[in-house]
């Protein structure tokens, strides 16, 4: 799921609702084979006007507003399957990308309206949560579009309209709470069957960027175009500048050696260390190295971060090899890259990387599928 897009989303929502716009909302909620976006994408399609989101890189998108001005004035949900497999000259004439099938769940954004709040709070607040939504039923009560919200620890909004449902769909969820998977699922009980999406939402990644210098300006702006959340640490306060930072969650001024401790690095902060000076480095390094930092970038040649490490060693800091697993000196992926711009993009790229847990290499030297496969669309 990209967040900066689903922020987008759910904000124009809010917008439209506030001024009673009717509109609907299509989501992708399961895919099989090739497809250009998994689930959770979305298009949110108002009255008038443009759609926002997307779900198909432009190839489904006009018959998906189509459907969705029909939901909006019959006022229930249609499930709809692109089967986009077929050899045929209706797929080709399509002009599609792709060779799979992709589910597409359309609501009237009236229902949606609740949770779409819901997820914006979770994002600006950095909170995890998951929801359940029916998509197909034959339970009574248990309508297509009943939503169920779940926050870690068990706290829950709404209802899937039938207990056994909802008590039945929470273990999904609350599994899903800790994967991070979306997927739909499929649940046989004694009131009859129901399809449920389940979609779990992430905090944004989190980048501390600790230097302030003018290299750190194009790394802080492609990081927060991808809408991570990004921290900027000096230990100097004219360097602390949001002119310089737009984009910018937080500036922390600290002495580098305190970095660990008042950025309050977790299992979900990516360090970038840039300061190009060889004695805060050192500091910055030696903080971070026990911290729960799920990556440390160090710019700078090898034999620099050796030196840094053999410097550390020398005053009884020895790294475990787990915590050197996590250092990644040079930073960056190996573009070729020259100049501030290309290797911030080098960097992002491995922050990306080691955060999806990929390597980073040519998609077209890859073996596998290029995304996780998950519930696929039925035919």
Request: net charge negative.
């Amino acid at each position: 799921m990209n967040l900066s897009e689903t922020a987008e989303v759910l904000a124009a929502i809010a917008d439209l609702t506030e001024r009673r716009r009717p509109m609907a909302l299509a989501t992708i909620v399961s895919v099989r084979g090739s497809t250009y976006r998994r689930p959770g994408a979305r298009l949110l399609v108002p009255d008038e006007g443009e759609a926002i989101g997307n779900l198909s890189g432009g190839c489904l998108e006009g018959q998906v507003i189509e459907i969705a001005r029909s939901v909006m004035e019959s006022g229930e949900c249609r499930l709809e399957l692109y089967d986009l497999t077929a050899d045929d000259e209706i797929v080709w004439g399509w002009g599609l990308g792709c060779n799979g099938a992709i589910e597409v769940f359309v609501e009237p954004a009236a229902n949606a309206v609740d949770s779409a709040a819901a997820l914006r709070e979770a994002i600006t607040g950095e909170r995890l949560l998951a929801a359940a939504t029916v998509i197909e039923s034959s339970m009574e009560g248990a309508v297509p579009g009943a939503r169920m919200l779940v926050y870690p620890g068990g706290p829950r909004r709404g209802s899937l309209g039938d207990d056994l449902l909802t008590e039945a769909a929470a273990g999904a969820v609350h599994e899903s709470l800790t994967s991070g998977v979306t997927e739909v699922v499929e649940l046989d009980l004694a009131g009859g069957g129901a399809r449920v999406f389940i979609e779990s939402l992430r905090p944004p990644l989190r980048l501390v960027v600790c230097g302030a210098g003018h290299d750190a300006v194009p790394l802080v702006r492609a990081a927060a175009a991808l809408g991570w959340r990004v921290d900027v640490v000096d230990d100097r306060s004219s360097f602390l500048d949001a002119g310089r930072f737009p984009g910018v969650r937080n500036f922390i001024k600290c002495e580098p050696g305190e970095i660990a401790e008042r950025a309050g690095i977790d299992e979900r902060s990516h360090v970038v260390v840039m300061s190009h000076n060889y004695l805060r480095d050192r500091d910055y390094l030696r903080s971070l190295l026990p911290s729960r930092a799920a990556y440390i970038g160090m710019l700078g040649p090898r034999a620099r971060l050796q030196r840094l490490l053999d410097d550390l060693g020398g005053r009884g800091v020895k790294p475990t090899e787990e915590q050197l697993d996590r250092v990644h000196g040079p930073a960056g992926v190996d573009l070729g890259g020259e100049g501030p711009e290309e290797i911030a993009a080098a960097i992002v790229a491995e922050v990306l990387a080691v955060s999806r847990g990929r390597d980073a290499g040519f998609l077209r030297q890859r073996a596998g599928p290029i995304h996780q496969r998950s519930q696929p669309a039925t035919a």
